[in-house]
């Protein structure tokens, strides 16, 4: 069980990867080309601030698992470091199952208000607004996955395993 859960995460971290990699790029584009089309032209397209930051989103919620992975996140751990190691790891392991729970409710509500936005359309983009809650969606479900294996497996994340460094 270990290993295939191991195996699907580290399969989404690279599709959560590249797929940072291509929003971001999107938004570079058609920042880049706006500011072009602004100054150079002296006109716009009107679903450019509606693609960028559609893109924008898209790389903030599908990166956020990924820094969780690398401990890249901000900790407050001024108390906790002066704990006994075990302590530390336990108490490390109660968090991520906590943050894990936190993230099912994240998932179980947006992907309510996604379906209760549904019907809304973007403004230049014929696009339901659903399209802002799919990364929450995604994203949530990807650290919550980090954060179970966190819990069962610490070697497994080494920067997260609560023990000081």
């Known amino acids: 069980m270990k290993a295939s859960l191991l195996g699907l995460l580290a399969r989404a971290d690279t599709g959560a990867r590249l797929a940072s990699i291509a929003c971001m790029a999107v ?3 058609v920042v880049s080309a706006q500011v072009a089309m602004r100054y150079l032209f002296n006109g716009s397209f009107d679903w ?3 693609l960028s930051r559609l893109a924008f989103v898209w790389t903030v919620f599908l990166a956020i698992p990924l820094g969780l992975r690398d401990g890249a996140h901000v900790g407050i751990d001024l108390v906790t ?3 006994p190691p075990a302590l530390q ?13 936190m ?5 179980v509500t947006a992907i309510h208000v996604a379906a209760a936005t549904w019907s809304e359309r973007l403004g ?4 339901t607004s659903a399209v802002f809650f799919f990364p929450v969606i995604i994203g949530a479900a990807h650290a919550a996955l980090h954060l179970a294996v966190l819990a ?3 070697d497994a994340h080494a920067p997260l395993s609560g023990a000081p460094s």
């Open 27 to 29: 938004m570079i584009a």
């Open 103 to 107: 993230l099912a409710v994240t998932v």
């Open 124 to 127: 230049s983009l014929d696009l």
């Open 89 to 101: 790891g336990g108490l490390a392991r109660l968090m991520a199952v906590l943050a894990a729970a």
């Open 152 to 154: 069962l497996w610490p």
């Open 48 to 50: 450019a601030d509606e």
């Open 81 to 83: 470091r002066r704990l």
